[in-house]
């Protein structure tokens, strides 16, 4: 029901990023949704790779600050108003989101959902009709 | 165990007996044999009959690390070069270096007292010594092997640096005490972390750590992390190297061979005595040694003397842990800061790595103070708002502690660069 997903602490200076995508291809690890939250010192790559222990253990050994998290990926249905549905749905149990953001994913837009209880979360979700990544 | 009874448990009047007659000596000594000593005595009016006892010890003139220098390499020797068996020189951190000479005297009374200290610290010859501490003209590397010798434990004179062999002969030949500089012993506690390593897997049970100042925190970081008792041996090469003074089991203070080296402290700035327990800076006049004898030098350490009884038994005067050398004190808009404050702050946290650096500026006629501190990838939060907090707490504790205000930057781990040796704390790019 819930996906891990990787977050690695960046200093904003040059380059990191390019180190970051360097390690993940040298050792075949696809990517397939990032996103990069910044602040003015410095910067959280989250992403969603194939291989997530692979990946972390790979950028450890390389000295990045690297950790696993649950998150929920919804699949969003292609309609009108569908992520509003959810979102409504985590309104009524009472579940905050910590921060989200999508990617597209085969043929369907797909949101990555950080909340304090990801099991919770993608409960509440499925219980709704609606569907999460594995 | 205690190494030498006879003097470690000696009471008060026969230890001042013993510097007194040795002080009286020493005295006329240097007054014959070192021109720099003479030219001085004569130019205070002191003439070496004044000095009857260690009572007149405040009568006699100050030695600055810059009278090494100026008389540099030989000429505060007291002996003839003939005499001196090994020659050592500082590393020259802060200036010239300088020379320090011995005599085989002096290395025989130098082993006695690393045998001192090593006992204290439960050292028998059971024990296999790793000493990664450098050997060469470092005083430390050499100046604890004899003395482990004397204890008759094993050496492993591995010396500092290449890490992994360290941890190989930790392990294949089974170490039991690990002697080195405190940074360098949280660097191979760290190497081990990631060669997948537990301590269980060491025999490691005692740490001999010294010539650099670290605080009580670092102490419980690295019993916790290597899984050993950390003592803090003391010393400098001036006076000798390490083993002037080192911790018993107690911990409590760092018993001082004062038999050898007598202990003072002084206001650095008035230069008068201070009472038994107030913190000023330490002075040490050696009293036996040969190839060079130092009156009253100024240690730029800071630290504060106690005579009572230890628990241990030991007579010997206790000093205090070291704060901090005058030296890495930062002035920062008028107030003192110590860089062993802010690791005191950063291990209490229990939330970074103890690794941090000080960089110090001048913009706009105000000094800036950013302290760099690595994220431990095991408290590492994946929301920028937890980072941020901890960032904010990490500048109000130091803030607390300083009273001042600082800039706090978290870096990414492994990027502050790690030592062998002494840790370089201190960027300071303020015009000198
Ligand atoms: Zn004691």
């Known amino acids: ?134 | 165990m205690i190494w030498n009874e006879h003097i470690e448990c000696c009471s008060r009047d026969a230890m001042t007996q013993r510097q007194s007659d040795g002080l009286r000596k020493m005295v006329e000594r240097l007054y014959f044999n070192v021109p720099f000593y003479r030219k001085k005595f004569q130019e205070m009016d002191l003439s070496p009959h004044d000095i009857r006892g260690i009572e007149d010890l405040h009568k006699l003139p100050f030695t600055y690390k810059q009278d090494l220098r100026d008389n540099y390499p030989m000429g505060l020797f007291a002996v003839p070069q003939s005499e001196i068996v090994r020659l050592h020189a500082s590393s020259g951190t802060t200036g010239k270096q300088t020379v320090v000479g011995y005599t085989r005297k002096d290395l025989d009374m130098w082993s006695e007292v690393v045998a001192r200290c090593f006992s204290a610290a439960g050292i028998s010859k059971k024990d296999i010594v790793q000493i990664a501490y450098g050997y060469g003209l470092f005083t430390g590397g050499l100046g604890l092997h004899y003395g482990t010798e004397k204890v008759g434990a094993s050496v492993i004179p591995i010396s500092g640096g290449n890490t992994h062999r360290q941890l190989q002969m930790m392990q294949d030949l089974g170490s039991t005490v690990l002697a080195c500089t405190p940074s360098y012993a949280l660097y191979l506690a760290e190497s081990l972390e990631k060669a997948g390593i537990t301590r269980e897997q060491t025999k490691l049970r005692v740490g001999i750590f010294g010539a650099e100042a670290w605080t009580n925190e670092m102490r419980k970081e690295l019993e916790y992390k290597l899984g050993l008792k950390a003592f803090d041996i003391y010393g400098l090469s001036e006076i000798m190297g390490p083993g002037v003074a080192c911790e018993c089991e107690c911990q409590n203070g760092l018993h001082v061979n004062e038999d050898h080296f007598i202990p003072e402290i002084i206001d650095p700035l008035t230069l008068e005595p201070l009472p038994e327990g107030q913190v000023g800076e330490l002075v040490f006049t050696t009293i036996t040694k040969e190839g060079l004898p130092l009156l009253r030098y100024r240690t730029r350490d800071l630290s504060a003397l106690h005579y009572d009884t230890c628990s241990c038994g030991r007579t010997l005067v206790r000093m205090e842990k070291c704060k901090g050398r005058t030296d890495d004190m930062l002035i920062i808009r008028g107030v003192n800061v110590f860089p062993s404050q802010i690791e005191s702050v950063l291990l209490n946290m229990h939330e970074t790595s103890p690794h941090y650096q000080l960089i110090v500026d001048r913009v706009n006629n105000l000094d800036i103070l950013e302290v760099h501190v690595e994220m431990d990838e095991h408290f590492f939060a994946d929301e920028i708002r937890k980072i941020e907090d901890l960032n904010k707490r990490i500048k109000h504790n130091i803030e607390n502690t300083l009273g001042i205000s600082v800039g706090v930057k978290l870096v990414e781990p492994n990027t502050i660069e790690r030592s062998e040796g002494k840790a370089k704390r201190i960027i300071d790019n303020r015009k000198k």
């Open chain 1, 1 to 134: 029901m819930t996906i891990q997903q990787l977050s690695v602490f960046l200093e904003n200076k040059s380059g990191r990023l390019l180190e970051v995508t360097k390690v993940l291809a040298e050792h075949d690890i696809n990517m397939s949704a990032f996103s990069i939250a910044d602040s003015s010192d410095f910067g959280m790559l989250r992403m969603i790779v194939d291989k997530p222990e692979a990946a972390y253990t790979a950028l450890k050994n390389n000295n990045f600050s690297v950790n696993i998290t649950q998150v929920v990926g919804l699949v969003v249905p292609d309609t009108a108003g569908s992520l509003y549905n959810a979102l409504e749905i985590l309104k009524k149990d009472n579940i905050e989101v910590e921060y989200m953001y999508a990617f597209s994913f085969k043929d369907n837009a797909t949101v990555i959902i950080r909340s304090a209880n990801a099991e919770q979360t993608a409960a509440a979700l499925k219980t709704a009709g609606f569907q999460t990544m594995d």
